[in-house]
């Protein structure tokens, strides 16, 4: 397939049984990396609050922070399916609320669907959107913002009660009208579950194998160091190595190392003359 994915393009992919790859990313050079090695899906993810602010979780973010990242992210992938995700308070209020907020995601950071969390008692929320002419991602399971109601960042569905509810939610969002759903924090015996009971694609976080997959930037580059999630796979160490080229930069400045001739600008040759000249003006 051809330049940028679309809707009908994933819902292909679950159909064939061709996994779908996703990053939360929020900048425009790691957007642009990962464009160019092929990702199907960018999630600008509300995370960046923890993992490019140093906030201790999600719920500080504004809608004006991922607005900011959201066009960075699109100048840098141009070509890729990328998702606004919709911070806390900016969809909980109204139907009418998460409409303006969603559209802002496609008007002023030119993304091409929004993301936000909950099931059952966001479907309103979710069928208004749609019914704006937007699609939406849903996310259901473990959900960072309600993370205080759930008493943690802790995995949901583990018992049947549990399982039950994440199962409720996310055919809720189906029925809504999202063109898809992440699946956070839950055992694969209910990821195997959802994805084959929903006709919308099913990507998981932490939930097993299904009709694709969800990493944080910050924890598949090693960048992210406060803590790694269970589920969290680490493709690259880059704290080590961006620690030890700062080191190695503060070594070479304190021994004057750095910078050398190489790095250095030389006057033009004809204008010696005239700058010794000027330099014993300002001796006097």
Known sequence: MAGKLNRWDFLEMKRQGRPCALIAAYDFPTATFAERAGMDMILVGDSL?????GYENTIPVTMEECLIHCRAVRRGAPATWCI??????????????AVENAGRFLKEAGMDSVKLEG?????GQIEAIRDAGILVMGHVGLTPQS???LGGFKAQGRDAASARAVIEDALAV???????????????????FLAGKLGIPVYGIGAGLCDGQVQVMGDLLGLFEAFTPKFAKKYADLAKIETRAFQDYIADVRARRYPGEEHTYQALKNEKEALEKLFEEYSD
């Open 49 to 53: 609050g923890m993992v490019q602010l």
């Open 84 to 97: 606004g995700d919709m911070p806390f308070m900016s969809y909980q209020v109204s139907a009418a609320q």
């Open 119 to 123: 099931g059952v008692r966001v479907a």
């Open 147 to 149: 993370s205080a109601a």
């Open 174 to 192: 189906e029925k809504a009208g999202a063109f898809s759903v992440i699946v956070e924090g839950v055992p694969r015996e209910v990821t195997n």
